[in-house]
């Protein structure tokens, strides 16, 4: 059974105890990893979506590099 805390005072005391404890470092850092690669995930999806997009009005990648160039000289 958890352990009860009575006062504020107690409640203190132990989120101080479990923000220098090792395991919790751990884990924060286990969920942070997590994260970062499913964030990573969700651009991936965006990036193919959008070029689906690109693919069905006919964009290539011979035609962007010819679009690009053509912007540089305006520059």
Same mark, same amino acid.
């Given at each position: 059974?958890?352990?009860?805390?009575?006062? $504020?005072?107690?409640?203190?005391?132990? @989120?101080?105890?479990?923000?220098? &404890? #090792?395991?919790?470092?751990?884990?924060?850092?286990? #969920?942070?990893?997590?994260n970062r690669?499913?964030?990573y995930m969700? *651009?991936?999806?965006?990036?193919?979506?959008?070029?689906?997009?690109?693919?069905? &009005?006919?964009? *290539?990648? #011979? &035609?962007?590099d010819s @679009?690009? $160039?053509? $912007?540089? $000289?305006? @520059?």
């Open positions: 059974m958890a352990k009860m805390f009575e006062t $504020d005072a107690q409640v203190e005391q132990e @989120i101080e105890r479990l923000l220098k &404890s #090792e395991y919790v470092k751990l884990a924060k850092k286990e #969920e942070y990893v997590r690669r499913r964030q969700y *651009t991936l999806r965006t990036y193919e979506k959008k070029g689906k997009e690109l693919a069905l &009005s006919g964009v *290539t990648f #011979e &035609s962007l @679009i690009f $160039d053509d $912007d540089s $000289d305006d @520059i």
